[in-house]
Structure formats: C-alpha cells, structure tokens
C-alpha cells in the first residue's frame, strides 16, 4: 500500500497523458477514441479516489507526497502532494473527466482524435496545477492548462471559436507574465521553489517590504483573471458560449480559486490581508453586476457565464473575508460549483445539440416533452440557487453567515441580494425554457429525450449535489484541515479580523459542520 | 605532459573544410546529368563528423593554439555542438526539398559547410583578426545562399540587401578592431582583456568596444539593426533561412559574449545599459511588427527579432548565470526556429506558392503531422513549459532579474503575451477547418521524406530535451560560461570534460 501511496499522484498525473498518446497514436475510425478517452478517465478518477480513501485526518502538511529533484540548476523539484484544501478538488478534477467525456460522445462528430487527446491533456494539465507544491512546476501546469483549451475553444467553437480562443489566452497568457516574474523574484531572493520553504521563508525572514507585495500582487492578478473576478471578467462569456461542454465546465472557477487559497493567501497572508477589504469590494460588485446582467441575457451561454461571474464572487468574498468559516465554505462552494455548473453544462449542451440555437426566446414548453430534462435541470438549478438541502446551499450559508458575523453586515447583506438575484435569473431561464407555451422551434423538432449516456452522467451529478448538501460534514473535515493549514495550526485568521471596526468573531473549527 | 598539437585545436573545422572541398571538387568531376543529391548525403556525413570531433575536444585540456589565435574550451564546444547541429538539419532539410533540376546543388551544399566553418571558427577565435576573417567566410557564404533562388525578384534582392548592409556592419567591427588595436597594441583578446583597463586612450577603447557592438548586434539582428531581417527571410529559401536564422545568430551571440564577458568586463557599466535598451527595443520592436505580418516568414523574421531581444535579456545577469542563459536561450530558439522553418518548408514548397498565414487555414485536417508539429513549435516560440522556449525565456529572465533587472524581465515578458497573439494566430489558422473543399483539393498534401522526417525528429527531440531534461545541457552551458569567465592562463592545462567540472 506504501508504494501506491507513494506514486499515486505520478500516476494521476500520467494516466490521463498516456490515455492522449494512445488516442493519437490509434486510427480514426468509429469510436475508438471515445472509448479510450473514457476508460482513461474512468481510470483516473478511480485513482483520484485512492486519495480521499487513503487520507489521514488530523495528519498535518502534504500527504502523498513525492520529492525528488528535477532540475539542478535553478533548483526545480518534482514535489507534488494534496492536502484537505486540493483533495476534493482533485476527486472533482477526477470526476468531471469521464463526465465531459461523456457529454461530448455524440456532439463532437469530427476530429475526435484531436478532441480527445486535448482533452486528457487538459486533464493533466489541472491534476498537475492541483497537486504541484514546486512554484515552477506548478507555473509549468498553470501555463500548460492554457494550451489545449485555448485550441479546442478554436477547433470547436460554435461561431467565432478563434476569436474566443485568442481572447481567453491573452487574458489568461499576459497576466502570468508578472507571476512568473514575481516567482523568479523569489527564487532570486531565496533560492528556493519550495512552496512550504518560501512559506515559512516569508513569514519569518525579512523581505523587502515594497517588493513583496508587488509579487504578492502579481500572484493575485493571475489568479483574478483566471477566476476571473470583477473587472477582470472580459473573456468569460465568449469563452462560454464558445468552449465545447466538456470543457466550458472547467474553464472558469477552480483554478484560479484554488491559487488563490494556495499560493496567494498561503504565501503572502499579510498582503492578502491588505488587499481584502477592496477584493471583497469587487468581489460583491461582481456578485450583483454578474446577477444582473444574468438576468437580461438572451443567450444562455452567457447567463450562464454572467451567473458564474456572480457565483465566483460569492466564492472570492469567503476567501477573502479571513474566517474559518468563510474559508471552509468558499472551498466547499468551488466543489458544489463544479458540479452544479458541469451539469448545467451538460443540460444547456444537450438543449444546443437537439435545437441548434442558445437563444432562449427560441425556446419554450419543453417539460412535457423532455420531461427528464427538465426534472434534472430544476434540480440543478434549485441546487445553484442554493436551496437548503442541495450543495449550493452548504457553501451559500458558510459564507454568508462568516461574512455577516465576520466581516461587514454591509457588504453580507448586499452579496445577500445577489443571491435572491440569481433565484429570480434561474427560475426565469428554466420557465422560458421549460414551461409556457410550446415554441415555433420546439414545435417543429422532434421530441429526444436525455439518452442512456447522459442519463447515466447526470443523475449521479444530482446525486451528488444532493448528498452535498445533505451531509456535508463527509468532506468539511478534509476542507477545514486544509483551509486551516496556511495559517499554522491556529486559525489566526479569527482573532484578526479584517475589517478593524468589527468586533471579532467566534467561531470555532468545528461550528462548519452544523 | 605533452602540449596539444595545434591542429587538434581546430579539428572540426578542418573536417568541414575537406568536406567543403570534396563537395565542389566531387560536383565538379560528375558528369553534368548525374543528380547532385548524393553530395548532400557527403555534406551531412561530414557535418556529423565535425560534431563528433567537436565532442572529442572535450578531452583536450582547455587552452590555445596557433599562437594564441584559436581556443578550446566548454565554451567553444558548446557552440560548435549547436552550430553543427543545426547545419546538419538545415542539409538534411535542403536534401529532400531542393527541386532535383536546381542550379548549382553542389555548391549549395559546399557553401553551407564552408558557412559553418566560419561560424564554427567564429566561437573559438580569441584574435580579433581571426574573429573578423571567421565572420567573412560566414557572411560570405550566407550572402550567396541568401540569393540561391536566383529565378525570382526576391531571391537578389535578399542577397544584396544582406550583403551590402552586411559589409557595412562587418566593416564597422574592423573599424571598432582597430580602434581597440590603436589603443592597446594588440589584437588578442587575452591580452587586450588585460590591457584595456589601464589603456591610456581610454576612449579609444570605448569608441572600438561600441563600433564592435554595432557589428555584432547586426548580425544578431537585434533593433535597431535589424531593418534587413524581414526582406532577407522572405527572399531566402526557408531552409536556408531555417540556417541563417539560427547558425550564424549563435556564432554571433557566443562573439559577443566573448567580447562583452571576456574582452571588456572592466566595462561592465557602459554595455550593460546599452545592451538593455537593445534588448527592449528588440523585442518591443518586433513584436509590434510581427503582429501586423500576413506573411509567414516576415512574421518569423520579426519574431526571431523578438527572441534576439529575449535572449539579450539574458546579458543582464551577472557573469556566469547570464552567459549560461544566453547559451541555452542560443540552445533553445535554435532547436524550435530551425523546426519551424523545416515545418514551413514542407507546407509551403521550395518556391513558396503558400506564403500567407491564410494558406496555413486547415493544415492540422490536411497533414495532421505537419499541423501538430507547427503547433508544438509555435507553442514553444511562445514559451508554453515543458518546450524549450519555456526554459530558454525562463533561464534569460531569471538571470536578468538575479543581476536586478527587473523591469528588464518584466517588459521582456509582458513582450511575450504579446507575442503569443500573433503567434496564436497562425495556430488557431492551422486548426480552422478550411473554407470549402474544393480549396482542401486544390492544395497538394506536403510530403514527408525520410531526409525531413530525421529533420523534423531531431528538433522536435531537441526541443522536448531542453524543455523537459534540461539539466544535462544547462550543465554544458555553465561549464562554458566558467571557461569563458576566467580565461585560462596557458599553464593550467587539465582535462576539462563537462561532467567533471564542478557545479557550482
């Protein structure tokens, strides 16, 4: 068991690589591919599984670890390992694959070879920026991420894929330059990529004070885009009403999410704590400006992007707020999120392949002809409203509530009203869709209901989401484990709050669970 | 301990000699009918033997010979490894594409080899004099090939713009030799290093260090010398742009890290600023134009402007890690340049019937090899890990922010954003599905040989070598960068292989 223990995590990172080769290497015919391309990720998210199975609560620092160097000079190491903050969002990497694979079986009609390969290149890519403790290797899988999105956006696109994919690589591409400087910097500085050394390096060594928080910035800008957070949100909705389903589901959100927690608040806590008070500011801005261009979109592609807008500020006011509470809950949400979304995806893609168009008007009175459909996109769309007893709600609430107890009453109640925004943005897309009288459009097109792969794909999903929200203490210890880990053992960030004129908060690591 | 004999000291240049010689003299007995293309076979094979011979000076103790003319060192090795390398490409590219009927195919081959022994010459001369006859039988031979497609306008026109600009730089260099001869008598580089700083007409130095400069930043192609790059690359045959946009480029940068590294530190202070705002405007300059070229090659020719600038980044950093991060960065843009242009000679033909980045539209659905191969180089051009253009942009800026220049790597990344758009388009072109399928039928499918396909494999392989393992080559760069920076007295001679020395 040690030694799957010990190589987990390679295997992870190369199961869905050599699944790329295979698929390029074999011929074109039928649908080879996709059946290699799904039993590599079935595979990978069987082996993403060995990590929640095989965790152990209460162990501090990495688990699964591997160390070894790479390259001498400048000292690059291959040191990869998860704690609770990456393990779930490792399993959801895990189990979106074989999902995106399934949701693209009968879209993707040409060029699967390429289609499929990318895709599991993507895949590593994201194991590797979860997994990577080496600020070099993690910038090589932040950068490499970039790659085969930016030319499946291109190859794929539904209009004008080129001008999608170019927009979401520059977006994404010219902020890493700082980042990478800003690495550079502190490697110059201390000689080290290690993200527990250059830790503890920060935390106790004497930086310069002004440069620090120029790099502190930098790391921040890259993931800002990347989430992306308000303003930075340009290349959102085109790359959403552009990106092929599979992908669409894993563009926005984590990533950038995740680094976040990791490596800018991990690294630079004091920066971070700096910059709070105007990322929160943003952050609702978002919330309220995603929700209310949600609600006047007529294509839903991009309500959908301007929902994530919305959602992803949710997320980014739990990280920011620097409570316990909050921090459990913004991780918690990231992981309700990507599977809320990637049904959501799923859904609308299979709306797109039936009738051919995003334009909601086109739509109407689908629910008594696909009436599996729209069960499940209620569901989810309820789930993403956060009604209590679905995933979004866990997530909502811990925010939420740490915000309003925590941080400001203010800023608490008007990230509040961009939730009762996004009920009314919700429920008004699933009633143009669903209900009302049947459109010219849907009249005229024969009635398909979901077929056996997409059944099979998203009744889990909803599944999920409801034990999500139903129990919700199977992976809050993990999470809280993790969240608390950047911080020491002590959750520091209590007896600080970020905003002075508020009294502290108490709350307690265990208070998440109820 | 017996003293090397002198001929070791320049053996691989004496193989590409003969094997320049056997080529002209052999194309010349061959009765008129009989097809050159064997003599290409003779051009690699001896190209491969210098390499090997290269590899073997290894052995030598590092020092002089001819009179203190020419070195052997890590450094020297280095670069004689990459410049053979990349001759050996470029013929085994020019094997299978030069049209069978073309002119001269005999002396195409022979100037190629006679080029690298300039080049080759070039990156082991500590004598100015040397240096400038080295330069000569380089440029010469790149002015002719530049013009070989003689039957188009282009052709000439590359040819005499490269030469008569070329001419006016080189003589800008022997104007900036002389000066520096005029002030401290000598024109060995050993003993001006030593001289220099206590020269007593010290401008004179000054006035020959920056004649020099702008001689060699011409042939580098950086701004604001680089107004020939784009004609030249357009009118040249792409695989002798694949050679003339990287072999000479190196053999340039490695004479100007001797100059700058090993004839003037003392004067660090004046060409550290100056080779800043060489290297801002580089990039600045060609990323801008490259942005707005429809015209594969002209992209190509600005871009390698651009990476001119990146890898002058690198020439910030401070003694050693700077001359290890501009060798590899010269490792690097060689490996993925030279695969881009093999690729972009496939697609578009010796005579360039598909010049536009238009024509590349679909070419991943008409010759997947080629498409993904254009891609993964492009990529790499922009610098995406785990390619070499990764680890080349990254030991330059690193180097340049270790030696405090962090503006420098800021700008010079910032610059590479921008870079990818352009570069980007002509991916995202190759990965449209064409407009019809009429136009898919009308352009022929490129072929692949067996000549091309060795080509392709050893850039491929070596740009996934220096992005993934890069360690084995980094070392080799370091170790020339030690020899480099301490010039080795005449009397510590002991074996210096790569592996034994010392990492620091």
Known sequence: MNAINESILTLILLVPLAGAVLVALVPDRGKLPNWIALSTALVSFGLTLHLPAHFVLGQGGFQFAINRAW???????????????????????????????????????????????????????????????????????????????????????????????????????????????????????????????????????????????????????????????????????????????????????????????????????????????????????????????????????????????????????????????????????????????????????????????????????????????????????????????????????????????????????????????????????????????????????????????????????????????????????????????????????????????????????????? | MNPVPDIFRILPEVILTLTGVAVMLIDASLPPAFPRRPLGWVAALGTTLALWASLWQLSLPVGTGFFSTVETSPFTVFFHVLICGIVLVALLLSLDTLPEDSHHQGEYYALVVFGAVGMCLLTGAVELLLVFIALEISSISTYILAGYRKQTGRGPEAAIKYFLLGSFATAFLLYGVALIFGATGTTQIYEIAHLAPTAQNHSLVLAGLALMLVGILFKVSAAPFHVWTPDVYEGAPAPVVALLSTAPKAAAFALLLRVVYELFPTLHSLWSPLLWIVAVLSMTVGNLAALRQQNVKRMLAYSSIAHAGYLLAAFAGLGTSGIAAASFYAAAYAAMNVGIFAVITLVSGYDEDLPMVEDYRGLIYRSPLLGSLLIFFLASLVGIPFTGGFFGKFYSFSAAVDGGAVALAIIGLLNSGLAAAYYLRVALMTAQPSAGKNAEAAVPTPQVGVAVGAALLMAVAATLILGIVPGEVLRAAEAGAHTLQAPPSPQSVHGLGIERRPNP
């Not at chain 1, 050394?197 to 990347?226: C, D, E, H, N, R």
């Not at chain 1, 086109?362 to 599996?372: D, F, I, M, T, V």
């Open chain 1, 71 to 514: 390259i001498e000079s400048p000292a690059i190491f291959y040191h990869v390992g998860v704690d609770g903050l990456s393990l779930w969002l490792v399993v959801l990497t895990g189990l979106l694959a074989p999902v995106g694979v399934v949701a693209s079986w009968n879209v993707i009609r040409e060029r699967r070879k390429v289609f499929y390969a990318l895709f599991l290149v993507q895949q590593t890519a994201m194991f590797g920026v979860f997994i990577s403790l080496d600020l070099m290797l993690y910038y090589g899988f932040w950068e490499l991420s970039l790659v085969p999105m930016a030319i499946l956006i291109a190859m794929y696109g539904r209009k004008d894929g080129s001008k999608a994919a170019l927009k979401f690589f520059l977006f994404t591409f010219i902020p890493s330059a700082p980042l990478l400087v800003a690495i550079l910097w502190l490697y110059a500085q201390t000689g080290t990529f290690d993200f527990a050394t250059l830790q503890s390096l920060i935390t106790y060594g004497s930086f310069p004070a002004g440069p620090l928080s120029w790099a502190a910035f930098a790391f921040l800008f890259a993931f800002a885009v990347k989430v992306p957070l308000f303003p930075l949100h340009g290349w959102l909705a085109d790359s959403f009403s552009e990106a092929p389903v599979a992908l669409a589901m894993v563009v926005a959100g984590k990533l950038g999410l995740y680094s976040m927690l990791r490596f800018h608040i991990g690294l630079f806590p004091v920066q971070a704590r700096a910059a709070a008070p105007y990322l929160i500011a943003l952050a609702v801005i978002g919330i309220l400006y995603g929700a209310c261009l949600a609600l006047v979109q007529r294509d839903f592609w991009r309500l959908l992007a301007f929902a994530a807008l919305s959602h992803l500020g949710l997320i980014v006011l739990g990280i920011y707020g620097f409570t316990f509470t909050g921090s459990a809950g913004a991780v918690y949400q990231i992981l309700s999120h990507g599977v809320v979304d990637g049904a959501l995806f799923v859904l609308l893609g299979v709306l797109y392949d039936r009738y051919g168009t995003s334009q909601i008007n086109a739509y109407g009175g689908l629910a008594s002809k696909l009436p599996q459909t729209a069960t499940l996109f209620v569901i989810t769309s309820l789930a993403m409203i956060g009604l209590p007893m679905l995933s979004g709600f866990v997530g909502e609430f811990l925010i939420l509530s740490s915000t309003f107890a925590g941080v400001s009453r203010g800023w608490a109640i008007a990230a509040s009203l961009g939730v009762i925004l996004g009920a009314a943005y919700m429920l008004w897309l699933v009633q143009r869709l669903f209900y009302g009288p049947e459109s010219e459009l849907t009249a005229s097109k024969p009635a398909i209901d979901l077929d056996g792969r997409e059944f099979l794909v998203l009744w889990p999903l909803a599944v999920l989401m409801l034990v999500l929200g139903l129990a919700p203490s199977l992976w809050l210890n993990e999470i809280q484990q993790g969240v608390l880990r950047p911080q020491g053992n002590r959750p520091v960030a209590l007896s600080a709050p970020v905003l002075p004129h508020l009294a502290s908060t108490t709350s307690s690591p265990g208070e998440g669970q109820r």
